[in-house]
C-alpha cells in the first residue's frame, strides 16, 4: 500500500483549483480521459487515461510540456498505461521542488481518476534525475522508477564533473581570456557563442585538436558525437585517434545540444538559483583522472600531442599548478537540498542511458550503480544502455520496452530479463540496446567506497 508522509500531505489534500479540467474530458489528438490543473505553485499538470486502463499511471516531470503529442504517449496509452505530469518551468533546478511536485500531481491524477494500482516515475534528462530523486525520496508514495538519460551523479556530482572539462579547456586552450568558467554573466546566448566559437576555431589547428581530446578525456564525455545538422556519424573506430577526438569535439561543441552550451546556460541559472558557485576542483589530480579515462581516448590523446609536438606531462603539470577553485558553501548546500544520491532505494529501479550522451554522460551510472550496491539495495536496481549518441536519443520503441519491464517487476516481484537481446525483442527493429560497462565516475558525491564500485 503507497503512503503519503505527513509532512506533504496537507499540500496534497488542498482543492483542485478552478482552472483544472473535470476528469473525463476528451483528449485532443489521443483517445483517451484527460484532466489538467495547476499544482498550489502554478505548475501547470496534465494526465490522460485510456478507456482500458492497465491501472499503471506514469509521472514525468515534462509532461504537461506537450507530452500529449508525442508518439511515446500514444504508445503507452494504446497499450493500457495512463501518463501524464507537470512542466519544469517553475520548479527549474529547484530538484527538490520538482521532486515533490510528481507526489502532488500523482495525488490529482487519483483524485480525479481513482486509485492506481502502480504509480511509476519516470523521464528524461532533468526528468530522468527526478525520477530517481522520487525512488530515494518518495518510496511509500510510488512503485518503481524509470529514470531516461538522467544525471545521475546527483546535482554536485556532475557539476563537479563539468567544471572539470571547461577548466581544463580554458587553462590550456584560452589562458588569460575572459571566457568564464564559473560566475556566468546574464547573456547567457552570448558567452555560449564565444565559448562555442573559440573551441570551434582550437579544432582548426593540431594544438587545439589535442587539448580538446584531453580536456573531453579528462571530463569523461564521449567519443561519439551528433553532428552541426543532427546527424549522427558512425561510431569511430576505437583505433582511430581522429574519428574519436572528432567524436569528442562533437559531443563538446557540435550537434544541435552541445555540452558546452548546457554548461553555460544551465550554471547559469544554478548560480542564480544557489546564490553563487556549486562547484570546486580544490584536491583534484587531473592527471590521475586522465589515466582512469577510456583507453581509445588515452590513446587519442597522447597520439594527437605526439603529432602536434607537445609534451603531455608538460601540460598536465601546467594543470597541477593552475590555481583551484573554491564552492560557495551556501550553494552546494543548495544543490545537496535538491537531491544527493544515496542508493537507499526501497522501490525497483529500472535506468536508460546512451552511451553516447553528451549532458548525462555515462559515467554517471556507474556513480549511480555503486552506491546502491554499497547500501545493500543491488536487487532492486536494474541498468541498461543504448548505443545512440546525442542526448535521450532513445527510440519509442526502446522507452516502451523499459516501461513494459518495469511492469513486469510490479506484476510479478521478480525482475523478468532486461538482457540486451531481450530488451531488443521488446523494442522491435528500432532496439540498440547493447552490454556496456560504464566508467567508473570521477567525481561521485558522496564518495563511494572501492569495495562497493566494481561492475
Same mark, same amino acid.
Given at each position: 500500500m503507497r503512503f503519503?508522509?505527513?509532512?506533504?500531505?496537507a499540500?496534497?489534500?488542498a482543492?483542485?483549483?478552478?482552472?483544472?479540467?473535470? %476528469?473525463g474530458?476528451?483528449c485532443?489528438?489521443v483517445?483517451a480521459?484527460?484532466?489538467?490543473?495547476?499544482l498550489?505553485?502554478?505548475?501547470?499538470y496534465t494526465?490522460?487515461? &485510456?478507456?482500458r486502463?492497465?491501472?499503471?499511471v506514469l509521472?514525468?516531470?515534462?509532461f504537461?510540456a506537450?507530452?500529449? /503529442?508525442?508518439?511515446l504517449?500514444?504508445?503507452?496509452?494504446?497499450?493500457?498505461?495512463?501518463?501524464?505530469?507537470?512542466?519544469?518551468?517553475?520548479?527549474?533546478?529547484?530538484?527538490?521542488?520538482?521532486?515533490?511536485n510528481?507526489a502532488? /500531481?500523482l495525488?490529482?491524477?487519483e483524485?480525479?481518476?481513482?486509485?492506481?494500482?502502480?504509480?511509476?516515475?519516470?523521464?528524461?534528462s532533468?526528468?530522468?534525475m527526478v525520477a530517481?530523486? *522520487?525512488a530515494?525520496?518518495? &518510496?511509500?508514495?510510488?512503485d518503481?522508477? *524509470?529514470?531516461?538519460?538522467g544525471?545521475l551523479?546527483?546535482?554536485?556530482?556532475q557539476?563537479?564533473?563539468k567544471l572539470?572539462t *571547461?577548466?581544463?579547456?580554458?587553462?590550456?586552450?584560452?589562458?588569460?581570456?575572459? @571566457?568564464?568558467v564559473?560566475?556566468?554573466?546574464?547573456d547567457v546566448?552570448g558567452t555560449?557563442?564565444?565559448?562555442?566559437?573559440?573551441v570551434?576555431?582550437?579544432q582548426?589547428?593540431?594544438?587545439g585538436?589535442?587539448?580538446?581530446?584531453?580536456?573531453? %578525456?579528462?571530463?569523461?564525455?564521449?567519443?561519439w558525437?551528433?553532428a552541426?545538422d543532427?546527424?549522427?556519424?558512425?561510431?569511430?573506430?576505437?583505433?582511430?585517434?581522429?574519428?574519436?577526438?572528432?567524436g569528442?569535439?562533437?559531443?563538446?561543441?557540435?550537434?544541435?545540444?552541445?555540452?558546452?552550451g548546457?554548461?553555460?546556460?544551465?550554471r547559469?541559472?544554478?548560480?542564480?538559483?544557489?546564490?553563487?558557485?556549486?562547484?570546486?576542483?580544490t584536491g583534484?589530480?587531473?592527471?590521475?583522472?586522465?589515466?582512469?579515462?577510456?583507453p581509445?581516448q588515452?590513446?587519442a590523446?597522447?597520439?594527437?600531442y605526439?603529432?602536434?609536438?607537445l609534451?603531455?606531462?608538460?601540460?598536465?603539470?601546467?594543470? /597541477?599548478?593552475?590555481?583551484?577553485?573554491?564552492?560557495?558553501?551556501?550553494?552546494?548546500?543548495?544543490?545537496e537540498?535538491g537531491?544527493?544520491?544515496t542508493?537507499?532505494?526501497?522501490?525497483?529501479v @529500472?535506468t536508460?542511458?546512451?552511451?553516447?550522451?553528451?549532458?548525462s554522460?555515462?559515467?554517471?551510472?556507474?556513480?549511480y550503480?555503486a @552506491?546502491?550496491?554499497?547500501?545493500?539495495?543491488?536487487? @532492486?536496481?536494474r541498468q541498461?544502455?543504448?548505443?545512440?549518441a546525442g542526448h535521450c536519443?532513445?527510440?519509442?520503441?526502446?522507452?516502451?520496452?523499459?516501461?513494459?519491464?518495469?511492469?513486469?517487476?510490479?506484476?510479478?516481484?521478480?525482475?523478468?530479463?532486461?538482457?540486451?537481446?531481450?530488451?531488443? %525483442?521488446? /523494442?522491435?527493429?528500432?532496439?540498440?540496446y547493447l552490454?556496456?560497462?560504464?566508467?567508473?565516475f570521477?567525481?561521485?558525491y558522496?564518495a563511494?567506497?572501492?569495495?562497493?564500485s566494481?561492475?
Amino acid at each position: 500500500m503507497r503512503f503519503l508522509p505527513l509532512a506533504v500531505a496537507a499540500v496534497l489534500m488542498a482543492a483542485v483549483p478552478a482552472t483544472a479540467h473535470a %476528469a473525463g474530458t476528451p483528449c485532443p489528438d489521443v483517445s483517451a480521459s484527460c484532466t489538467d490543473g495547476q499544482l498550489p505553485d502554478g505548475t501547470p499538470y496534465t494526465f490522460a487515461k &485510456p478507456a482500458r486502463w492497465n491501472g499503471a499511471v506514469l509521472v514525468d516531470l515534462d509532461f504537461a510540456a506537450g507530452g500529449l /503529442a508525442s508518439p511515446l504517449t500514444k504508445s503507452l496509452l494504446d497499450r493500457g498505461y495512463a501518463v501524464g505530469g507537470t512542466t519544469r518551468a517553475i520548479s527549474s533546478w529547484n530538484i527538490a521542488h520538482a521532486i515533490d511536485n510528481q507526489a502532488a /500531481a500523482l495525488d490529482r491524477f487519483e483524485t480525479a481518476f481513482g486509485a492506481a494500482r502502480y504509480a511509476i516515475a519516470e523521464g528524461r534528462s532533468m526528468g530522468g534525475m527526478v525520477a530517481a530523486g *522520487v525512488a530515494q525520496v518518495y &518510496p511509500g508514495r510510488f512503485d518503481a522508477a *524509470v529514470p531516461m538519460c538522467g544525471g545521475l551523479g546527483g546535482s554536485v556530482g556532475q557539476w563537479n564533473q563539468k567544471l572539470d572539462t *571547461v577548466f581544463t579547456l580554458k587553462t590550456l586552450l584560452f589562458p588569460g581570456s575572459d @571566457l568564464p568558467v564559473t560566475g556566468l554573466p546574464a547573456d547567457v546566448p552570448g558567452t555560449q557563442q564565444r565559448w562555442l566559437s573559440a573551441v570551434q576555431s582550437a579544432q582548426a589547428t593540431a594544438e587545439g585538436k589535442a587539448r580538446i581530446a584531453l580536456a573531453s %578525456a579528462i571530463g569523461q564525455l564521449p567519443g561519439w558525437g551528433v553532428a552541426p545538422d543532427g546527424t549522427t556519424p558512425p561510431v569511430p573506430d576505437d583505433r582511430d585517434p581522429d574519428g574519436v577526438e572528432q567524436g569528442m569535439f562533437l559531443a563538446l561543441a557540435g550537434g544541435p545540444l552541445p555540452y558546452l552550451g548546457q554548461a553555460v546556460s544551465s550554471r547559469r541559472t544554478i548560480e542564480q538559483l544557489a546564490g553563487g558557485n556549486p562547484s570546486w576542483n580544490t584536491g583534484v589530480d587531473y592527471a590521475r583522472q586522465f589515466t582512469t579515462a577510456a583507453p581509445s581516448q588515452q590513446n587519442a590523446v597522447r597520439r594527437l600531442y605526439a603529432r602536434a609536438g607537445l609534451d603531455l606531462r608538460d601540460d598536465l603539470a601546467r594543470l /597541477a599548478a593552475e590555481p583551484r577553485l573554491s564552492a560557495d558553501p551556501t550553494a552546494v548546500a543548495y544543490l545537496e537540498r535538491g537531491i544527493v544520491f544515496t542508493g537507499d532505494l526501497r522501490i525497483p529501479v @529500472l535506468t536508460v542511458n546512451a552511451t553516447g550522451d553528451q549532458i548525462s554522460t555515462v559515467a554517471q551510472q556507474q556513480s549511480y550503480g555503486a @552506491l546502491v550496491r554499497q547500501a545493500g539495495h543491488a536487487p @532492486l536496481l536494474r541498468q541498461t544502455y543504448v548505443r545512440t549518441a546525442g542526448h535521450c536519443t532513445f527510440t519509442t520503441g526502446e522507452q516502451q520496452a523499459a516501461v513494459d519491464r518495469v511492469l513486469a517487476r510490479l506484476r510479478t516481484g521478480h525482475w523478468p530479463d532486461t538482457s540486451p537481446r531481450t530488451m531488443n %525483442a521488446l /523494442a522491435g527493429a528500432e532496439g540498440r540496446y547493447l552490454d556496456f560497462v560504464p566508467p567508473h565516475f570521477n567525481r561521485p558525491y558522496p564518495a563511494v567506497s572501492t569495495a562497493s564500485s566494481s561492475g
